[in-house]
């Protein structure tokens, strides 16, 4: 069997798995996720950072699960990008704003993807999509597990964390 790795967006999302990108606050985690987002669902060939989504012709449809911001914010950051891209396109993400973990709402998310045939989610942001105390590993298993459960892409953003027995950054 040849081993050759799929691509979203070559050489970032990896295809029909589960990326993570993660940061300090305020980092352009969320900027730089609508940029991916926005690339892999026209899909944007020429946008002039090199970065190609592996289905020139076909898109990925995209849908955002906003568990810290607000529609209002979402729509201010995309209003960056069509000026920095100097285009007047219409937001084509699908944008959903979240209060429960990803694991409780899982059938209702699950819907929305079928509906819009949805192939990429991307998650703002990892502690709240978890639940629960962060610091055990229920949270991350039943995540993990809703994210299996759902397939396709997904590009969870998360925050740094200093571990305080040793000070190290982590997710």
């Known amino acids: 069997i040849p081993l050759k790795t ?82 007047d396109l219409e937001l084509p993400i699908v944008y959903k704003e979240m209060t429960v973990p990803l694991a409780d709402a899982i059938e209702n998310v699950r819907e929305d993807m079928i509906q819009k045939k949805i192939k990429m989610l991307i998650i703002d942001s990892l502690g709240p999509a978890a639940g629960g105390n962060l610091n055990d590993s229920e949270p991350a298993i039943r995540y993990h597990q809703a994210l299996r459960t759902l397939g396709g892409t997904s ?8 571990d305080p027995n040793t000070g190290r950054e982590s997710i």
């Open 6 to 87: 799929d691509y979203v967006i070559e050489p970032i999302l990896y295809k029909d798995l589960s990326n993570i990108i993660f940061g300090d606050y305020a980092s352009l985690k969320s900027l730089t996720s609508m940029v991916l987002a926005y690339i892999a669902q026209l899909p944007y060939t020429d946008n002039g950072l090199g970065l190609q989504p592996a289905g020139k012709e076909t898109p990925t449809p995209c849908l955002w699960l906003d568990y810290e911001g607000q529609h209002t914010n979402f729509e201010k950051q995309w209003t960056g990008i069509q000026r920095g891209f100097a285009t």
């Open 155 to 162: 590009l969870t953003l998360a925050h740094n964390a200093k």
